[in-house]
């Protein structure tokens, strides 16, 4: 959450910090400002809004080579122009942009109140920049430390100070950040988004990291100004991930490339010859693999629902008790660490601060943790004992689509491996690649319906509250419809049981209440079209997401039935080809409602505050 940028050279820094923020802004955009450092001092320019609000308004001379911009998701204070980023110390000496939480900010706006300084601000930032101006360190890299060590809490920040002009000072703890190596230039930023127009060349700052950072070089050091060896590597990334293309919106693009992000996560991972995975990243060898007797699954939101549908995946397919749980509760309840428990964190950035705090709790306790990420190099990355790379590509906008798709997908490939050291057939193991094989396909047919699937949305688009339903394996792929329907749309959605409806929530079915029921071709079909009776004869709308073939009875000639079908692959895979139509459903829905479908009110793509 936040976008810092920053950038030190021979060019004008305000042009290049306010395109890094236009490409920042799915991680904050309730305001957005900018710091340059010049002969006649700092230059600051802010204000509540988004990225081309700020843009329009800057002064037209607005020079300096040295500078930091930020946008921001607020945290502390509403969003307006004085609780806008960045924040000075109110003398001109010290600009600072801050993503995280100081949680011993309100000590120390007493303490500064007390000693007569003068708090303009809701923020917790503003106190860092006040501690950084008091500090008596002759460096700026010292004051920076002087002024973390009063700190407690999560920061990524970024520093200017007048008295020393060739540089940013940046430290990280919690919240990622990234210094970009360019020729006789540099950069800074907590996402590669921001400067991948003008260098690949990057070095990740580890929690507890400073880094000085000049036209010529960077240097990194600990807290205590020790000096730490870290060099820049190049990231194999195409800059043109990063745009939207032909597409009026980046979720719209992302979902329209799971099927090629699909065949990039399977592709040399399935063994046809013996019908298993290689998963080579896990570090782990069959042996290893066969003492596991449990696996729990971490993360949050989209990554948690998923983590709900690998989880039954691994326990079909390896027989060995699976669950998945909230990454956000995970370290509060003081969990018990099992020595043959396989723990899974799940995260599309790899920086989710609640998984990331779920991890070190694991290992902190002796635990073994693997990562499904999307970001080489993340901080989850990093952290994990090993993991399977989801290599979806760059995804901007904040609800995930491809992302979680290749999720589900790396967890059948574990849990294809893990059964088959176990008692999944080698017939099994091939019935499953075969099915694996089919889906990049099978999800590029889903995505021909869009043109149907909207006209469903704009129905339901109509609705003040729905329901979605599922059993079993269906019930996660109901929780991801709502959250997606939710999240963009602004319409109250819910997820239930099936089975659970008669248990209270049938008092709310209506005929202004629709509800999405997820119907496969499996065990439960006839359980489940008897649950949409009950619904029907409560005159609720039905919009039913099955299989060819299902007999949905009588239900077929009701006026206030609607059926989405999807292709057919194996059971145990079937979950992902009936979320992708609801993404689609969530997304028209909010185009419909005339909402920003990349940047949904209150949220940000990358939560990295607890």
Known sequence: MCGIVGYVGAQQAAPILVEGLTRLEHRGYDSAGLAVLAGTGL??????????????????????KVGIGHTRWATHGPANDVNAHPHGDGKGLVSVVHNGIIDNAAALRHRLADDGVDLVSDTDTEVLAHLIARSGADTLEGKVSEALAAIEGTYGIAVLHVDFPDRIVVARNGSPLIVGVGEREMFVASDLAAIVRHTTTVAHLDDGEIASVTATGFTTYRQDLTATAKSATVVDVDPSSY?????????????????????????????ERFGTAHLGGLN????????????????????????????????????????????????????????????????????????????QEIRRKGGRVVGLVNVVGSAIARECDGGIYLHAGPEVAVASTKALTNMFLGFALLALQLGRVRDLSIADGRRLIAGLSRLPHQIEEVLAQEDALAEVAGRLADAESLFFVGRVRGYP??????????????????????????????????????????????????????????????????????????????????????????????RELDPILLTVPLQLLAYHAALRLGHDIDKPRNLAKSVTVE
């Open 43 to 64: 230059k600051v320019a802010k204000r509540a809004g988004r990225v081309r609000d700020l843009a329009d308004s800057l002064p037209k001379r607005f020079a300096g």
């Open 243 to 271: 745009d939207a293309g032909e597409h009026d919106s980046f979720m719209r693009k992302e979902m329209f490339e799971q099927p090629a992000a699909a065949e990039r996560v399977l592709r040399g991972r399935l063994d």
């Open 284 to 359: 782990l060898d069959p042996r290893e693999n066969r003492a596991i007797r449990r696996v729990k699954i971490l993360g949050c939101g989209s990554a948690y629902y998923v983590g709900q549908m690998g989880a039954g995946l691994v326990e079909e397919l390896a027989r060995i008790p699976a669950d998945a749980e909230a990454a956000s509760e995970f370290r509060y309840r003081n969990p018990i660490i099992e020595p043959d428990t396989l723990y899974v964190a799940v995260s599309q950035s790899g920086e989710t601060i609640d998984t990331l705090l779920a991890v």
């Open 477 to 570: 792929v109901a929780r991801e419809g709502a959250q997606k329907f939710k999240e963009i749309s602004y319409r109250h959605a819910e997820a239930y049981q099936t089975s659970e409806l008669k248990h209270g929530p049938l008092a709310l079915i209506c005929e202004t209440v629709p509800t999405v029921a997820i119907v496969p071709a499996d065990e439960l079909t006839d359980r489940n079209v008897g649950a949409l009776h009950e619904i029907a004869a409560r005159r609720g709308p039905l919009v039913v997401v099955t299989h060819d073939g299902v007999d949905l009875g009588d239900l077929e000639d009701r006026s206030g039935v609607q059926r989405i079908v999807v292709p057919r692959n194996e």
